[in-house]
T-cell receptor, first 115, second 112 residues
Framework: GAVVSQHPSRVICKSGTSVKIECRSL??????MFWYRQFPKQSLMLMAT?????????EQGVEKDKFLINHASLTLSTLTVTSAHPEDSSFYIC???????????FGPGTRLTVL | AQSVSQHNHHVILSEAASLELGCNYS??????LFWYVQYPGQHLQLLLK??????LVKGIKGFEAEFIKSKFSFNLRKPSVQWSDTAEYFC??????????FGAGTRLTVKP
């Protein structure tokens, strides 16, 4: 089956620094990737939809300048949390698919802790 | 490592048929359980979740799921499916509020 990886799996950073999370489709070309965030004891929250070669579409309430998403190639999308603060600590998950009608495959997630 | 299994890869039903999708998970401590649905071309949407309390959980669109701790299962049910239920369904388990695992998904096709 299709494999999606995320790197890093866990990251701890100081407040004010920026953190980049990578989402890669290892054995297929992903034209669409979704980025989700999960707060403790809650379900996933969609942050943005990323289409290769175009700007990401952000959900209402998600700060575009804080959560920078780049989908520069068909196998890689990155989420950069800029000037991270403790409230950004969360679990971030990406999913990737081959098209808008295709199923999505999930990455294993990245646990971000901001001190 | 913890894992979540969805045994049915693709389920095909006629409208008005009853649905049950299986979800089993490996032991790993405290669990929070979810079912998500993904319609073609869309992102995940939460159907229902279980954190504690009544093990029979009712969600949106007539779906329900039952947490059976002894069987490590959280099967999704709907008494009568509609064509609009055609989608991909994902079971997910959050272990110890720290580690989220998804099943591989079950594609449901409902014939009109």
């Amino acid at each position: 089956g299709a494999v999606v990886s995320q790197h890093p799996s866990r990251v701890i950073c100081k407040s004010g620094t920026s953190v980049k999370i990578e989402c890669r489709s290892l054995d297929f070309q992903a034209t669409t990737m979704f980025w989700y965030r999960q707060f403790p004891k809650q379900s996933l929250m969609l942050m943005a939809t990323s289409n290769e070669g175009s700007k990401a579409t952000y959900e209402q309430g998600v700060e575009k300048d804080k959560f920078l998403i780049n989908h520069a190639s068909l196998t890689l999308s990155t989420l950069t949390v800029t000037s991270a603060h403790p409230e950004d600590s969360s679990f971030y998950i990406c999913s990737a698919g081959q098209g808008t009608l295709d199923t999505q495959y999930f990455g294993p997630g990245t646990r971000l802790t901001v001190l | 490592a913890q894992s979540v299994s969805q045994h049915n890869h693709h389920v095909i039903l006629s409208e008005a048929a009853s649905l049950e999708l299986g979800c089993n998970y490996s032991y790993g401590g405290t669990v929070n359980l979810f079912w998500y649905v993904q319609y073609p071309g869309q992102h995940l949407q939460l159907l229902l979740k279980y954190f504690s309390g009544d093990p029979l959980v009712k969600g949106i669109k007539g779906f329900e799921a039952e947490f059976i701790k002894s069987k490590f299962s959280f099967n999704l049910r709907k008494p009568s499916v509609q064509w609009s239920d055609t989608a991909e369904y994902f079971c997910a388990v959050n272990y110890n509020n720290n580690d989220m695992r998804f099943g591989a998904g079950t594609r449901l096709t409902v014939k009109p």
